[in-house]
């Protein structure tokens, strides 16, 4: 292990454990088991060490995806997107410290724009709506969702859900356990996308 991955670890879990600002450079060395100067060498601050954690989430992520799904045998469509759901949620209970600093630490730069780990968390969310939006129009294509509904829009508000209830689970007001709650949320993906909504007048509105 190189010492820049030994730093990234050690930033992990003391970020994960006390928050970016709390963890000084010093104990972060002690923790990786090197100078405090050759943080610096590899690093221009703990911003840019927070910025490299997020984006190696993003890379874990990703991987982790195209593995599971070059492996598993299932039909394009709302079966990928259910499955994918329930891959997301578990791969943010099995990777707690990553989604600790993200939900922990991502809340005090969502004002700042430019500022880069907020490009990553842009990049995350972009990445899950772009994987249901490809989904829902080959199912569209397929005949299997209505024409009427509007695919990124859709998609938003599934990946709003998803991302929401990872983070619900992940500060334990939904109990991991509670799987009823996962599938009450692919229940309801169904009838975003496959069931025509009536509104109050009686007419078939489009749902989209």
């Avoid at 972060?28 to 911003?47: D, N, P, Q």
């Avoid at 791969?91 to 004002?111: G, V």
């Avoid at 500022?115 to 772009?130: E, P």
């Avoid at 500060?171 to 496959?194: A, H, M, N, P, T």
Wanted: aromatic residues 12%; hydrophobic residues 45%.
């Amino acid at each position: 292990m190189t010492k820049k991955e030994c730093i990234l670890n050690a930033a992990i879990k003391l970020f994960a454990e006390n928050g970016v600002y709390a963890t000084s450079t010093l104990s972060l060395a002690h923790a990786a088991g090197v100078a405090e100067g050759t943080i610096f060498r590899h690093f221009s601050s703990k911003e840019e060490i927070f910025f490299e954690i997020l984006s190696s989430l993003y890379r874990k992520m990703t991987q982790e995806f195209e593995d599971e799904f070059s492996r598993a045998a299932i039909k394009p469509g709302l079966p990928v997107i259910k499955h994918a759901t329930s891959a997301f949620l578990e791969f943010a209970l099995e990777n707690r410290d990553y989604f600790t600093i993200l939900f922990n630490e991502a809340p005090s730069r969502y004002l700042r724009m430019e500022n880069a780990a907020v490009s990553v968390l842009r990049t995350i969310y972009n990445y899950i709506v772009a994987f249901f939006v490809k989904n829902i129009e080959y199912d569209k294509q397929h005949g299997n969702i209505r024409q009427t509904v509007k695919s990124e829009s859709a998609a938003m508000i599934m990946a709003c859900a998803v991302i929401g209830l990872a983070r619900l689970r992940h500060f334990g007001v939904v109990r991991k356990d509670e799987f009823v709650v996962v599938e009450q949320l692919l229940e309801s993906f169904d009838r975003i996308l496959s069931v025509s909504v009536q509104d109050v007048s009686g007419e078939v509105g489009a749902g989209g």
